[in-house]
């Protein structure tokens, strides 16, 4: 059984720019949540995918979006980065059995300066 | 006052302790709960999985959810130098919304 893998592993951007986090969920997963988690903290539910359309959101701005593709892989886009944004991004799949628990890949480190 | 309150420690123990980590919460919807282990430069690992109020064994792991003080804790019995690692609560109102998770409670088990 596959886990949910991310790439790039890390990242370092530049404030304005934008950027791409990848991730492919786990075998049989048909769900994809987002999540963001700064230095010591807990992580922070940013979005959720469920057949290719966004079923729920946490508190973020519109500069953060996502995709999913029909194989249930996803993307995370943030336009107009702030040094705010650095931190571990983490990708979580679900199935849609209920109470399915989340499985987390290995999380994006991006650095913006 | 946050929906989850984990203090972030660190928690430094002797090998072969029993540990005790909690988690305290806000909200009375919340219903399932859980425990991730995220070692350094790692995502978070599920461990245990718990519905509403009640215990759950697994191995050396204990899960404890006390919903009446809105209080969940989880035991390491024999500790472990592997058990090293940052233990992080997360609990939500049903199955399939999304985690709120504690801040996290780093752990040292030195040999």
């Known amino acids: 059984e596959t886990g949910v893998t991310q790439s790039p592993t890390h990242l370092i951007k530049t404030r304005g720019q934008q950027v791409t986090l990848r991730c492919s969920s786990q075998?049989?997963?048909?769900?994809v949540s987002w999540y963001q988690q700064a230095l010591g903290q807990g992580p922070q539910f940013i979005f959720q995918y469920y057949r290719e359309e966004e079923n729920g959101r946490g508190n973020f701005p519109p500069r953060f979006s996502g995709l999913q593709f029909p194989n249930y892989s996803s993307e995370l886009n943030v336009n107009a980065l702030e040094l705010d944004d650095s931190a571990l991004y983490l990708c979580?799949?679900?199935?849609?059995?209920?109470?399915?628990?989340?499985?987390f890949g290995n999380g994006t480190r991006l650095t913006v300066t | 006052q946050k929906e989850v309150e984990q203090d972030p420690g660190p928690l430094s123990v002797p090998e072969g302790a029993i540990v005790s980590l909690n988690c305290t919460y806000s909200?009375?919807?919340?219903?399932?709960f859980m425990w991730y282990r995220q070692y350094s430069r790692k995502g978070p690992e599920l461990l245990m999985y718990?519905?509403?109020?009640g215990n759950k064994e697994d191995g050396r792991f204990t899960a404890q959810v006390d919903k009446s003080s809105k209080y969940i804790s989880l035991f390491i019995r024999d500790s472990q130098p592997s058990d090293s690692a940052t233990y992080l609560c997360a609990m939500t109102p049903s199955g399939n919304t999304p985690l709120v998770f504690g801040k996290g409670t780093r752990l040292s088990v030195i040999a």
């Open positions: 075998s049989g997963h048909n769900t």
């Open positions: 909200n009375s919807a919340f219903q399932y």
């Open positions: 718990t519905y509403s109020s």
């Open positions: 979580a799949s679900s199935s849609d059995i209920a109470h399915s628990p989340l499985h």
